[in-house]
T-cell receptor, first 112, second 114 residues
Framework: DAKTTQPPSMDCAEGRAANLPCNHS???????VYWYRQIHSQGPQYIIH???NNETNEMASLIITEDRKSSTLILPHATLRDTAVYYC?????????????FGKGTKLSVIP | SAVISQKPSRDICQRGTSLTIQCQVD?????MFWYRQQPGQSLTLIAT?????????ESGFVIDKFPISRPNLTFSTLTVSNMSPEDSSIYLC???????????FGSGTRLTVV
């Protein structure tokens, strides 16, 4: 798995966009970037993943730089319920045989 | 995505005893994994639960301490054996339907060893 680096904590005002960065300079060409979040005392929740192209779903957008050395998770309108630890993970995604290696993540605090 | 039921949700156990945690998925899944999350820490992978064969353990985890079963494609158990207070953690089960679906996690088992 690729080593990822995330800021330990971030604040975001409620209703504003939350932009969470992740550096993964050692990611290989066929490793995907996955984002999960863990709300206090719950199991991690899958958010989004991508390989090269930017991705969007009902929860968030994922912007991956052209050189794939970094990415940004965007929560377009943060709410208090988005307060959580967000994990960026680089891993292979083939035939269901991949593992997740969790780093320390970014603790996002959404402020009223 | 798959839905995982994990039980018990929490337990308080005496040192030297064992606890078996169950993980039930609502659909057949290719991969199932067990994680440990110590207080204030991130998740650490314990092992991959393989259907029909022995689990694959990560460095620092051994079968005698954490025996795992996976009798079919929807169910797995993790046993924490001969517990000590250092085993107090949250234990999480996860599963995947395949490469395009991400992982789903159970809600975890909060274990306290006294």
């Amino acid at each position: 798995d690729a080593k990822t680096t995330q800021p330990p904590s971030m604040d975001c005002a409620e209703g504003r966009a939350a932009n969470l960065p992740c550096n993964h300079s050692t990611i290989s060409g066929n490793e995907y970037v996955y984002w999960y979040r863990q709300i206090h005392s719950q199991g991690p929740q899958y958010i989004i993943h991508g390989l090269k192209n930017n991705e969007t779903n009902e929860m968030a957008s994922l912007i991956i730089t052209e050189d794939r050395k970094s990415s940004t998770l965007i929560l377009p309108h943060a709410t208090l319920r988005d307060t959580a630890v967000y994990y960026c993970i680089g891993t292979y995604s083939g035939a269901g045989s991949y593992q997740l290696t969790f780093g320390k993540g970014t603790k996002l605090s959404v402020i009223p | 995505s798959a839905v995982i039921s994990q039980k018990p949700s929490r337990d308080i156990c005496q040192r030297g005893t064992s606890l078996t945690i169950q993980c039930q998925v609502d659909s057949q899944v290719t991969m199932m994994f067990w994680y440990r999350q110590q207080p204030g820490q991130s998740l650490t992978l314990i092992a991959t639960a393989n259907q029909g064969s022995e689990a694959t353990y990560e460095s620092g985890f051994v079968i005698d301490k954490f025996p795992i079963s996976r009798p079919n494609l929807t169910f797995s158990t993790l046993t924490v054996s001969n517990m000590s207070p250092e085993d107090s953690s949250i234990y999480l089960c996860s599963a995947s339907l395949g490469s395009n679906y991400g992982y789903t996690f159970g809600s975890g088992t909060r274990l306290t060893v006294v």
